[in-house]
């Protein structure tokens, strides 16, 4: 006798937006200043990373999301998916976070996915990804999306896919690119692949089998058009070089997670390298012309020779700004520079963010990346306090 087949129990998902959980106020984080300090104390059991997205907080879990109050640390809203492994992406902006969870149907399992806003947990969106689930499951999934476009591996052959849903009545569009084209043929794991977005770019990053290279390329993410690529010799490596995306435009992960401070603190030794986007090629921040500071800093190996351990791509402008902030904070924490030593232009109120001199009663502090003040003139003032400090 043919035992009929039964339909699988839908997931059972918790969600619930701040409206039901009697929350009306809005978020009130300004900085990412204040994200750091409330970071530094936050503990939650089930939070594996918390995330900064625009003016709001959001800890990522095994099994879904939750917002979190500032100051208080209350949640907020929650999107949970009990007894799952689910994949969490946030928008390169910021502006929205994007859970994709196991449905099992008759005879396979789909991607199903809500995309949420990072405010109040409202649903922006929910669909089935066009894309089947991976064999190797969510571990297939990219931790990195942008606007619309989702990006997933698929295998035989190992496949860059990228997915951007389209209307109800139309099909979805989909890119994919060969990973093995970039390295002569010979097909890659997984885990020797990296992938990262910008608001501007995806970038990936292949370890080579069997050809002792690395490469680092960029494509346009709606397209997946290749935009430029570079090669490194890479005898010995283990693992292709790490992205390290500059780019702050509402996405926030902690300084320790932040590009320049990882790669000045001395994380990877000299073992890393500056790409300038939208070209590929290599850069030196400013910061390196002060006579001196690699007593204090740990200079990139800027020939790229042999493979870096580790990329920091973005915009040169955007490079250097970031370099010389987190130059002055490490400098600060090393006690060799103090806040008289930079001029009251640059420094902002440590409660408000705002500029100092608007502020005469407040207590100054450096600012972070996101709260100098714009203009060309900024980053020479704080280069030129950086010098007088250590030569």
């Known amino acids: ?199 501007e770019k995806v970038f990936v990053s292949i370890l080579c089998p069997g050809a002792e290279s690395s490469v680092v390329f960029a494509l346009d993410p709606e397209s997946g058009e290749f935009e430029w690529g570079r090669e490194f010799a890479a005898a010995g490596a283990e693992t292709p070089p790490e992205l390290l995306v500059v780019d702050y435009e509402g996405l926030y992960r902690g300084k320790e997670n932040d590009p320049l401070h990882r790669v000045l603190s001395g994380e990877f030794g000299t073992d890393y390298l500056y790409l300038r986007d939208p070209s590929g090629a290599s850069h030196e921040p400013r910061l390196w012309d002060i006579e001196g500071i690699e007593s204090w800093l740990t200079p990139a190996n800027t020939d790229g020779n042999p493979s870096p351990r580790a990329v920091v791509v973005g915009r040169y402008r955007t490079i250097d700004r970031s370099a010389a902030v987190q130059t002055t904070h490490l400098l600060m924490e090393a006690n060799v520079m103090r806040l008289e030593d930079f001029p009251e232009s640059l420094l902002v109120d440590s409660s408000e963010g705002t500029p100092i001199v608007e502020s005469p009663n407040g207590t100054p502090r450096l600012p972070t990346i996101d709260e100098l003040p714009m203009g060309s003139g900024v980053s020479p003032l704080m280069l030129e306090a950086i010098e007088e400090a250590v030569s």
């Open 1 to 199: 006798m043919i035992e009929p087949m039964v339909t699988p129990d839908p997931p059972d998902i918790d969600h619930q937006i701040s409206e039901d959980l009697g929350i009306t106020a809005p978020q009130t984080l300004d900085s990412v200043g204040q994200f750091d300090e409330f970071a530094a104390d936050w503990d939650h059991p089930d939070a594996l990373r918390l995330v900064a997205a625009e003016n709001s907080l959001v800890a990522v879990t095994e099994d879904g999301v939750f917002g979190v109050g500032y100051p208080g640390g209350e949640e907020r809203w929650h999107f949970r998916v009990p007894g799952q492994k689910v994949a969490v992406s946030f928008r390169p902006g910021g502006g929205a976070v994007r859970v994709a969870y196991r449905v099992d149907g008759l005879r396979s399992a789909e991607v199903h996915y809500a995309v949420l806003s990072p405010e109040t947990g409202q649903r922006r969106d929910t669909g089935i990804d066009p894309i089947p689930m991976p064999s190797g499951g969510f571990s297939s999934l990219i931790d990195a999306s942008y606007e619309n476009t989702q990006f997933t591996f698929e295998e035989d052959p190992l496949t860059l896919a990228g997915e951007q849903p389209t209307n109800e009545d139309e099909e979805d569009d989909i890119w994919r690119v060969g990973l093995a084209a970039y390295c002569d043929g010979n097909e890659p794991s997984r885990n020797d692949v990296e992938v990262a977005t910008s608001t």
